[in-house]
């Protein structure tokens, strides 16, 4: 193992583990710390798919500690922090205490963060992170239900989280080249700065910041700055030059299962209702006081027929407000994922092989409620999501995890072809 990363939501680390295979390393995706002695086989690159983007701040710096250690243990010789692309987080954490833990670990003065991915529209410019055309905090992000963005200057937002200095590397040093970055990053160093924001705009920008990071031990960051880190790699002839073998998912029956209340889930949804595909809406308080139950949801899709039906909770910001008001925000998501986790294992046990699943809270649960250990990647179905299937199951399953936020508007309608 060349590689190790340590991401804080499944959608997230199916994304990150696309972008190393893409770039030519071979990549296994795996759910959860695994246990001592886990087989890794030939990768060389280990994401760690973790749910820690929202919990307690004690409990993620426990869990990425534990997915670190097992990394460094099976050779790992640099170690990813990765988490969403618009930061997602508060001013408790996670994102900076992860990552001072993380430093402490290592024991080293410097790391970088960079959460840009210019292909899904986040740029970052003189600190500011935008989402498209407009700043993170005029975003539809600033309405997020659990980690509501209201604050585009990621320098303070993670000065905000964070116990050591927080410093900027600017687009002029980026847009220069990696040279001129590496020289920004020592003269952070000297001015006492431990962690640095990086501008980047295009992938360029994030092949450059990767190549200036290559002795980074710790390099924190979207997928995107995933782009620039195999090359540093195959340029030390540490790769072997070939990638994993092919992906082949199970044929079978599907559904699809979406939990994100995200503006782009919600135009997904919109489109796949429009082009007539089946459609059954869960409301968390009915789930709540048991008047939708897990059963009935499988039994409706099971009754939908060959065409491939969505179940899904997600909803515009003041809906999703009435529910959290009555059962507290944590609540009224948990009700909503472990419906959808029930359904996905009853749907399993009667043949179901194939899920899309929108969300990453949600599709944590589902993984984790069918069992999935490890995932083989396969084809991009929009930028940072691919298909993956189980490996080391005796029944293997197909999944499509997406973030909330990814995806164009017929991303539900498209997926299934490519798996034809």
């Keep these: 193992m060349l590689l190790g990363a340590i991401a804080d939501d499944l959608t997230g680390a199916a994304d990150l583990a696309l972008t190393l295979a893409r770039e030519g390393m071979k990549t296994v995706q795996v759910v959860g710390v695994p246990e001592k002695g886990f087989d890794f086989g030939d990768a060389e690159a280990v994401v760690i798919a973790l749910k820690s983007r929202t919990i307690p701040a004690d409990a993620a710096i426990d869990l990425s500690l534990a997915a670190a250690r097992c990394l460094l243990a099976n050779g790992a010789e640099q170690l990813l922090f990765k988490y969403c692309s618009t930061f997602d987080s508060t001013d408790d954490g996670n994102i900076g205490p992860v990552t001072d833990a993380l430093l402490d670990l290592l024991g080293v003065p410097l790391t970088l963060a960079c959460p840009a991915f210019p292909a899904n529209g986040r740029t970052l410019y003189r600190g500011h992170l935008f989402v498209g055309d407009q700043l993170l905090s005029d975003s539809p992000m600033k309405d997020h239900p659990l980690t509501p963005m209201r604050d585009a200057n990621l320098v303070r937002v993670l000065q905000r989280q964070s116990r050591n200095k927080v410093g900027l590397v600017a687009y002029n040093a980026v847009d220069v080249g990696s ?25 360029e920008h994030l092949r450059a910041i990767g190549r200036a990071a290559a002795g980074f031990r710790l390099i924190t960051g979207g997928s995107g700055i995933a782009l620039g880190l195999p090359e540093n790699f195959r340029r030390a002839g540490k790769l072997s030059g070939s990638v994993t073998e092919g992906f ?13 209340c995200s503006a782009a889930t919600r135009r997904q949804i919109a489109a796949a209702t429009a082009a007539g595909v089946p459609v059954l809406k869960v409301d968390p308080l009915d789930i709540a006081e048991g008047r939708t139950k897990a059963d009935d949801v499988a039994a409706w899709v099971r009754a939908s027929g060959t ?53 990453g809270e949600t599709s944590g649960a589902v993984v984790n409620a069918l069992g999935v250990q490890a995932m083989r990647i396969g ?23 997406k973030s909330g936020n990814f995806g164009a508007d017929d991303f539900f309608l498209k997926a299934w072809g490519m798996l034809a």
């Design 179 to 203: 040279n001129a970055v590496a020289e920004a990053f020592e003269r952070a160093a000297d001015a006492g700065e431990r962690i640095v924001i990086v501008d980047a705009v295009t992938d």
């Design 248 to 260: 082949s998912p199970p044929q079978g029956p599907a559904v699809m299962l979406a939990g994100s």
């Design 307 to 359: 065409t491939v039906p969505l179940v899904y909770s997600s909803d515009d910001p003041a809906e999703v407000k009435k529910a959290q008001d009555v059962l507290g925000r944590d609540r009224a998501g948990e009700v909503v994922e472990h419906l959808l986790a029930s359904v996905a294992v009853n749907l399993k046990r009667g043949g179901y092989n194939r899920f899309l699943v929108a969300g």
């Design 379 to 401: 084809p991009e179905i929009d930028p940072g999501v691919p298909w993956t299937h189980s490996i080391g199951d005796e029944r293997p399953v197909a999944l499509a995890l």
